[in-house]
């Protein structure tokens, strides 16, 4: 009998229990400053463009002319780069013709001027690379050119001359409307002013000037847009909050080291003791040993539970130990169903226990008794079962 206690004892503490730790990685969100944007390379925010439209030139008003008189077609073109959401600049070519005489050919005209540019939607309300429709005004200077036109006396006309020159201020607003990330649609109204007698004749103003309204598309090429600023602070007392995280996890886990050595410990301790009880028992030979109960579900023979073979597999042990001849394995079952069939059902639950016996190397003859009907204990779970005794 202590042999046979022995031998489950030894089985029990040779059962490892695994521990799943389950990690949980979440994605970390990198906070950003509202309204706060990096500046990107010189590479970036490129754009060209190009304009048609309209001239109007009031250098000259004579004999009733009206503003619409000098009316002229108008080309724009121009590059430029967005250095910030809020501010950047443009070189633009602005000509073919302005109309400063009545009654006169349109003259070649040319206007070359380089602009600062501030785009009060993202200034005033944040930069959103999606945002429909932007508001950018602009100045700028430049030089123009036309081409100067010579009186011819006596016969009433003017004849074409050298090019005249002026320095040029302009100014202007352009409205952008978003197609897509790289394209938009502009509508740009501009007005710019020349030296006086630039058109050819001083007038009483102290300065020509002119005004332009042109619809055009734009390209944004290489990188467009700008990235989020990362607020700093914030990121900070991110990864405070997770060191202090993985403070605690790490403190938590020498706790769990700490109690699996001291269990570890014990365990040894106690399987220590059992292997020496073994071994003053070894040569000891024991024919009685207690019977063993091995429990099955309603209407089932199947041994699922790991720790029920281990228990088996310890009692085959003790078997082979106490060198006994023959082993019985009686199957019982409830009192529900036919007899018939129960009997059937104790049988299969009997050879399930001695087949798992043969297997942990019991050659003992082992004799199989089928008992339907059981109602030796008083739950009908406790008659499902077989029994070990050895003889």
């Known amino acids: 009998m202590k042999k046979f206690m022995i031998s489950l004892a030894i089985a029990s503490f040779a059962m490892v229990s695994s521990v799943n730790a389950q990690e949980t990685v979440s994605e ?20 060209i463009g190009v304009n048609g439209g309209v001239n109007i030139y009031n250098g000259v008003f004579m004999n009733g002319e009206s503003a619409f008189d000098h009316l002229s077609p108008a080309l724009n073109v121009y590059v430029g780069k967005w250095h910030t959401p809020g501010f950047g600049w443009r070189i633009a070519y602005q000509g073919l013709n302005i109309q400063t005489y009545e009654k006169f050919d349109h003259t070649m005209f040319m206007n070359f001027h380089f602009d600062a540019m501030f785009n009060l939607s993202n200034l005033i309300c944040g930069y959103n690379e999606k945002r429909i429709w932007n508001f950018i005004p602009y100045v700028g200077v430049g030089w123009a050119g036309r081409e100067a036109m010579n009186h011819e006396q006596g016969k009433g006309r003017m004849t074409s001359g050298d090019i005249t020159g002026s320095l040029s201020a302009n100014y202007g607003i352009i409205n952008t409307f978003r197609v897509s990330k790289h394209w938009a649609i502009n509508l740009e109204l501009a007005g710019a002013f020349f030296r006086n007698g630039f058109s050819g004749i001083n007038g009483q103003s102290g300065h020509d000037m002119m ?3 042109n619809l055009g598309v734009t390209y944004k090429f290489n990188k467009v847009g700008w990235d989020a600023a990362v607020d700093t602070d914030a990121l900070q007392a991110l990864y405070a909050a997770q060191v202090a995280e993985a403070v605690a996890d790490l403190d938590e886990a020498k706790g769990q080291i700490a109690n699996l ?21 070894k040569n000891k030979k024991s024919v009685v040993a207690p019977e063993y ?4 579900n309603f209407d089932s ?17 003790a078997i082979k130990n106490s060198g006994a001849a023959s082993v019985k394995v009686t199957g019982y079952t409830d009192t529900i169903g036919s007899e018939e069939y129960n009997t059937g059902l104790a049988e299969r639950r009997a050879n399930a226990v001695a087949e798992i016996l043969k297997e942990n190397g ?3 003859e082992i004799e199989i008794v089928p008992v339907p009907n059981s109602d030796k204990e008083s739950s009908k779970s406790l008659n499902r079962r077989a029994v070990i005794v050895m003889e």
Do not use: H, M
């Open 301 to 317: 023979s199947k041994i699922n539970s790991k720790k029920e073979k281990i228990n088996i597999a310890a009692y085959a042990e």
């Open 293 to 296: 109960s091995v429990f099955f």
């Open 211 to 213: 005004w332009s309204a």
């Open 261 to 281: 050595k001291k269990e570890n410990a014990d365990l040894n301790r106690k399987l220590g003791e059992a292997k020496k009880e073994l071994d003053r028992e």
């Open 28 to 47: 970390v969100v990198v906070p950003t400053k509202e309204k706060a944007v990096v500046t990107n390379s010189f590479g970036s925010n490129w754009f």
């Open 362 to 364: 019991v050659d003992a």
